[in-house]
């Protein structure tokens, strides 16, 4: 069960609603996703207040503190304990005093919101944090890439109830996808993601990320923080994210529909039987 379970809170809400069809109309009853303050605390020091889908709580946490560069390991997070508030979440985590000095300079200390993954940088150098060149990684077959991306659907189970948030996916090369997270947020799903995928002792350079949502800057860059080498997305990417993603060697997949795609840098890690067109 997920800590946040255990403490009262619902990732979505029931009630019932007018519905009109043109001139037809019915009261029914739908499931809303939820959002609420989820504050994260590093040794006693509020750093950023987000809005997340309460939900996998402790994975966003690590998440978060792996792919803002804040620990560099997941055994830097020595403690963390989920505490309920009456408007919000406490997620307080304990690390290595040396790590929580270096925060000083991070310019958070402030609200995320939902769609925004640089909210509270306050210079250019900390909205655009370039990672190392990401591993070599996998080869990917595109059929293996279709069947995983036909497959997702029915792994939202938050979706499929409300229809309103994101997900981030690992896809394994041999037992396909492995683990989901869900959220409002497509940066906050990918965080639970890695959290998750950090937890297990995951090899990042062993495996592929599926994502339900556009390919921004913060995506490519979260997804190459942690050595991540092949990102595809459903929808299209930025500009911005195409430039990283070719500097740091990360493959990038665009608009990954059924067995349509696009791949817009280093093409090599996907692999097509190609078909001569006449």
């Given amino acids: 069960m997920d800590a946040i379970s255990e403490l009262g809170w619902s990732s979505y809400r029931k009630g019932t609603f007018d519905v ?15 959002e609420v303050p989820v504050v994260l605390v590093y040794n006693t020091m509020p750093h950023v207040v987000m809005l997340t889908t309460p939900l996998n709580l402790e994975d966003f946490a690590l998440g978060f503190s792996l792919t803002e560069g804040i620990i560099q390991h997941q055994a830097e997070l020595q403690a963390i304990r989920v505490v309920q508030r ?65 497959e997702m659907p029915g792994k939202q189970s938050l979706n499929l109830m409300t229809g309103a948030v994101h997900a981030a996916a690992w896809l394994h090369p041999e037992r396909g996808i492995i683990a989901v997270r869900e959220d409002v947020g497509r940066h906050n799903a990918l965080d639970k993601l890695i959290g998750s995928l ?12 599926l994502v339900t949502s556009r390919a921004s800057y913060e995506m490519v860059q979260k997804a190459a923080s942690v050595g991540i ?16 993603a070719d500097e740091c060697g990360l493959t990038l997949v665009g608009f990954a529909r059924n067995d349509n795609h696009v791949i817009y840098t280093h093409p090599h890690r996907l692999q097509h039987i190609q078909v001569s067109v006449a």
Avoid: Y
């Fill in 229 to 244: 080498t092949l990102l595809a997305a459903i929808s299209a990417p930025t500009g911005l994210a195409i430039k990283l």
């Fill in 20 to 34: 009109w069809r043109g001139p037809t109309h019915q009261q029914k009853e739908d499931s809303v996703a939820e």
């Fill in 86 to 150: 009456s408007k919000g979440v406490e997620v307080r985590m304990t690390i290595p005093e040396q790590r929580c000095e270096s925060m000083h300079g991070k310019g958070r200390n402030m609200t995320g919101r939902t769609g925004c993954g640089l909210c509270g940088a306050t210079t250019l150098e900390q909205a655009i944090r370039p990672p190392k060149p990401v591993g070599a990684g996998l080869p990917l077959d595109a059929e293996v890439l279709c069947a995983a991306l036909q």
């Fill in 198 to 209: 950090a937890k297990a002792n995951c090899d990042f350079n062993a495996g592929w990320l």
